[in-house]
């Protein structure tokens, strides 16, 4: 007799977890491996931090601070918002999942964009709910088809800016358009991951919105440009009233004493982001002159990121890549067939992904 499993959960696809650094050494017999398929800041952490991480580490016989106070009055002062308005999670992945578990039940849906990042539909399904996906249109949101998808049943829209996988951004007039034409009772949520890789100039600051708007969210995570990605934590800004809701479902000890202690510290190290984005930066303007010399197309990016358009098969090129240590994300697993997500690090590496890549390029395009 099989166990009665919720039908919406047993119909969930199984999870599968990337390759590991270790797997591919052991695989390949290979001394040196480069992870670039999860966007990771691979600088490391900033000169000073370790240790101030380190020592938190006396103080884990105590349970957390389940309201996580430190870290919000900072980010509050950091924004001029109210503690009430933020949230904290293991990652904002987490917070994605008790926005779901918030506003999604049988019947209900949230509109996306397709491709997206995975974590909107998995955490919709969850909760027995559905999606509506809107197709990017030249790799950036539609968005007016995705305002248009909207129906009575739909409880949130998730827009991510940048985009990730493609890279791509929203400008301030489509946000300032999806904010004046969505219903009020449902959410936008903008997650914003890669909100510090995008110079200021091309950014959003969407949470001078919040004020005015009890319908949006926005995430920001310390995993990307802070280097926390491990330790998991990111957060939520939002109305008073949804991020009640979200503190209902949230568990009290969601997130760890060291993540939060790491969280505070790492703001103190504005100029090491400002450092990492510009050279990030440098690097994606190096990455573009050497894929149009070599004629290889590739997606403008505002993130740490870039898709590469490889023409055949991307898991062909991918196999390629590992046995010579750089594990990349082929399309082909992200919703964009024939193109490789590849993270953007140090100097580098990116200098010895290029000419490994561009070789391979040019074998499997014979
Ligand atoms: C990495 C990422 C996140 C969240 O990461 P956490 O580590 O859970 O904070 C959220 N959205 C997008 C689009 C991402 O790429």
Same mark, same amino acid.
């Given at each position: 007799?099989?166990?009665?499993?919720?039908?919406?959960?047993?119909?969930?696809?199984? &999870?599968?977890?990337?390759?590991?650094?270790?797997?591919?050494?052991?695989?390949?017999?290979?001394?040196?491996?480069?992870?670039?398929?999860?966007?990771?800041?691979?600088?490391?952490?900033?000169?000073?931090?370790?240790?101030?991480?380190?020592?938190?580490?006396?103080?884990?016989?105590?349970? !957390?601070?389940?309201?996580?106070?430190?870290?919000?009055?900072?980010?509050?002062?950091?924004?001029?918002?109210?503690?009430?308005?933020?949230?904290?999670?293991?990652?904002?992945?987490?917070?994605?999942?008790?926005?779901?578990?918030?506003?999604?039940?049988?019947?209900?849906?949230?509109?996306?964009?397709? !491709?997206?990042?995975?974590?909107?539909?998995?955490?919709?399904?969850?909760?027995?709910?559905?999606?509506?996906?809107?197709?990017?249109?030249?790799?950036?949101?539609?968005?007016?088809?995705?305002?248009?998808?909207?129906?009575?049943?739909?409880?949130?829209?998730?827009?991510?800016?940048?985009?990730?996988?493609?890279?791509?951004?929203?400008?301030?007039?489509?946000?300032?358009?999806?904010?004046?034409?969505?219903?009020?009772?449902?959410?936008?949520?903008?997650?914003?991951?890669?909100?510090? &890789?995008?110079?200021?100039?091309?950014?959003?600051?969407?949470?001078?919105?919040?004020?005015?708007?009890?319908?949006?969210?926005?995430?920001?995570?310390?995993?990307?440009?802070?280097?926390?990605?491990?330790?998991?934590?990111? &957060?939520?800004?939002?109305?008073?009233?949804?991020?009640?809701?979200?503190?209902?479902?949230?568990?009290?000890?969601?997130?760890?004493?060291?993540?939060?202690?790491?969280?505070?510290?790492?703001?103190?190290?504005?100029?090491?982001?400002?450092?990492?984005?510009?050279?990030?930066?440098?690097?994606?303007?190096?990455?573009?002159?050497?894929?149009?010399?070599?004629?290889?197309?590739?997606?403008?990016?505002?993130?740490?990121?870039?898709?590469?358009?490889?023409?055949?098969?991307?898991?062909?090129?991918?196999?390629?890549?590992?046995?010579?240590?750089?594990?990349?994300?082929?399309?082909?697993?992200?919703?964009?067939?024939? &193109?490789?997500?590849?993270?953007?690090?140090?100097?580098?590496?990116?200098?010895?992904?290029?000419?490994?890549?561009?070789?391979?390029?040019?074998?499997?395009?014979?």
């Amino acid at each position: 007799m099989s166990l009665k499993i919720k039908k919406w959960i047993s119909n969930l696809p199984d &999870y599968t977890p990337g390759k590991s650094i270790e797997e591919i050494k052991n695989k390949y017999g290979l001394k040196n491996v480069y992870k670039l398929a999860s966007n990771e800041n691979l600088y490391g952490l900033p000169e000073g931090l370790t240790e101030k991480i380190c020592e938190e580490i006396r103080n884990i016989y105590y349970y !957390p601070d389940a309201d996580c106070s430190q870290i919000r009055e900072k980010l509050g002062k950091v924004y001029g918002i109210p503690v009430g308005k933020i949230i904290i999670g293991s990652g904002s992945d987490q917070v994605i999942e008790m926005i779901c578990d918030s506003f999604i039940g049988s019947g209900d849906n949230v509109v996306i964009a397709d !491709p997206t990042f995975p974590i909107y539909e998995k955490a919709a399904l969850k909760c027995g709910g559905s999606t509506i996906k809107v197709p990017l249109v030249d790799f950036r949101h539609d968005i007016k088809g995705l305002l248009a998808a909207v129906d009575k049943n739909t409880r949130i829209m998730f827009l991510t800016n940048p985009h990730n996988p493609a890279g791509t951004n929203i400008t301030k007039e489509e946000f300032k358009y999806v904010l004046d034409k969505l219903p009020e009772d449902i959410l936008l949520v903008m997650d914003e991951a890669y909100y510090e &890789y995008a110079m200021p100039d091309e950014r959003i600051d969407t949470t001078e919105y919040i004020a005015g708007r009890d319908n949006l969210m926005v995430l920001r995570t310390f995993s990307k440009i802070f280097c926390l990605a491990g330790l998991r934590i990111g &957060y939520g800004i939002g109305s008073v009233e949804a991020i009640r809701a979200l503190n209902k479902v949230r568990l009290p000890f969601n997130v760890s004493s060291i993540a939060q202690k790491a969280a505070l510290y790492s703001l103190q190290y504005q100029d090491f982001a400002v450092k990492i984005r510009e050279s990030i930066h440098k690097q994606k303007q190096i990455y573009y002159n050497v894929l149009e010399k070599n004629g290889i197309g590739f997606i403008r990016s505002y993130a740490n990121f870039i898709l590469i358009k490889v023409g055949i098969d991307s898991s062909q090129i991918t196999e390629e890549l590992l046995k010579e240590g750089f594990i990349i994300r082929p399309g082909e697993n992200l919703g964009f067939p024939g &193109y490789i997500r590849v993270t953007v690090s140090t100097d580098e590496v990116s200098a010895k992904f290029l000419e490994v890549f561009t070789r391979i390029y040019k074998d499997c395009n014979k």
